[in-house]
């Protein structure tokens, strides 16, 4: 039997606490990785570190979040080519790539306003949860 | 001074662990520069004896192909003082490896034994640069693994006796 959405929220929330040293009370669904919790570049890669092993329950085989999976990894170069960002704004391609790289992110708030600044949005707390559900839910 | 902080290796187990000793000298400079009169080993280079255990434990993991910066200390405890006299070993047991990165677990031990006391218990993080640098482009040498730490290695891989 799979894991219920508040086990895996439990888990994903402890695991945030430990890697970014916020207090429980801080991690909400709707709190960002980034400008809320403070998670840096390097915090990204602990993260998923720490979900593998909090995810594993039999060591044998090993929980492993394949690279880019969860994060998309290369969002730099994609600010950098004209296709997908334009005078500052993100082109209606650049939201379609956006929207193929991170299947597991809530788009309502960003489709009212596509900005670089509403993009921050994407990468929340209900972001992991989503993604861990569609693995171990 | 050379920017060294472990003697030798006492066991590497590529991919899985290490042992790394440091006998602490009242003859090393920097025993008298944190509390005058008092030397004992400042707990933030036991931490750097640590990363060089566990980041020549990951940097061999991948054949020293990848350039292994320490990212971050993610647990650093300390149990008890470490003074002019006595031999530390640094335990550090890699928990995941993956094509970006590594995080480790380590014990530094009062004692060669599994048993001996703890001094401290340090998590680190490792980071292939190359891998989580978005664009950002570094020297294709590899700086983190020159042959000053690479010979460290050898102090274990070679038995370190060398006959008279």
Redesign the interface.
Known sequence: MGMSREEIYAKVQQVLV??LGVDAEEVTPKATLREDLGAE???F??I??RL??AFTTDPAKPFKIP?GELFP?????LV?DERYLKDGKITAEGIAELKKRMPFSDFTEFDKNPSMDSAQSLLNVDTIVNYMQSKVG | MRWIWIDKFVQFTPKISAVAMKNVSLAEDYLHDLYPAFPIMPNCLIIEGMAQTAGILVGEARDFSEKVIL??I?KAKFHRLVRPGDTIYHFARI??L????A?VSGVVRAGPDESSPAVAEIEL?F?HIDK????AAFPEENFVFTEQFKELLKTHRGGGDIPL
């Open positions: 430990d890697a570049s390097i915090d890669l602990d998923v570190f593998e092993k690279r990894d290369d969002l730099g170069a950098n | 990212a971050k993610g928990e995941q993956s094509e970006t990165g995080s993080m980071s989580n640098m978005s664009g």
